[in-house]
């Protein structure tokens, strides 16, 4: 029982280093942008990136800021089963939103979330996907797809039979309703932005 404790913590740090890797900035840097902390919302991750005009840039961020989620959750399940994915995905998901490197100021999560749920059971995860690519169709608003695909995710991982994770995302989407308060101020107010505006 020690060794697993112990093991389970080993994955909650490593997972926080990992999301802690601020991937929004590093590409945007790349991409000529500067620093994306000075761009648009201020915000490190792939939507502000993508505001930049950088549109290869934004993808990287995505698929890079999903990926050390994915990363941490395996590595956690690999060190101590069930038990260091759900902290190996905790640590990813705080390393991102409060990283060391950038005084604790990091993303919003939507990226790292979905990168969770899909490492976590991979069918769950695409309905998480699908949920936001939903949202988006419709409504047109990043923010509010973001928010219903982070509201219904531990539902989904709940009737699938996992509760453990479903207990770990819904931690996760009120976190993710914590970081998007200001988005939310602006949805009340019919002011948050459309999809490419």
């Known amino acids: ?16 280093f990992l999301g802690s890797i601020p991937f929004g900035l590093i590409f945007a840097q790349m991409a000529g942008v500067g620093d994306i902390r000075k761009t648009g919302s201020g915000n490190i991750g792939a939507t ?14 995505l698929l890079f800021d999903g990926g050390k989620g994915a990363v941490a959750v395996l590595a956690g399940l690999y060190l101590a089963g069930d038990v260091g994915a759900i902290y190996g995905g905790l640590g990813a998901f705080l390393g991102h939103l409060y990283p060391v490197w950038l005084k604790f100021k990091g993303g919003k999560g939507v990226a790292t ?3 969770i749920a899909l490492a976590l059971f991979w069918p769950v995860g695409v309905a998480t996907c699908a949920t936001w690519l939903a949202g988006a169709r419709l409504f047109r608003v990043s923010s509010l797809s973001a928010l219903i695909a982070a509201a219904l995710t531990p539902a989904y991982f709940y009737f699938a039979g996992l509760p453990l994770y479903a ?3 819904a931690g996760l989407a009120v976190l993710i ?12 107010k019919g002011q948050e932005p459309k999809i490419g505006k």
């Not at 404790?5 to 926080?16: P, R, S, T």
């Not at 309703?177 to 009340?188: D, P, V």
């Open 177 to 188: 309703f914590y970081t998007h308060r200001a988005n939310i101020r602006r949805l009340l």
């Open 113 to 115: 979330f979905l990168g």
């Open 1 to 16: 029982m020690g060794s697993i404790i112990g093991f389970a913590v080993a994955a909650l740090v490593i997972g926080y």
């Open 48 to 61: 502000n990136v993508l505001r930049s005009g950088k549109r290869w840039a934004a993808a990287a961020t």
């Open 167 to 169: 207990a770990l995302m």
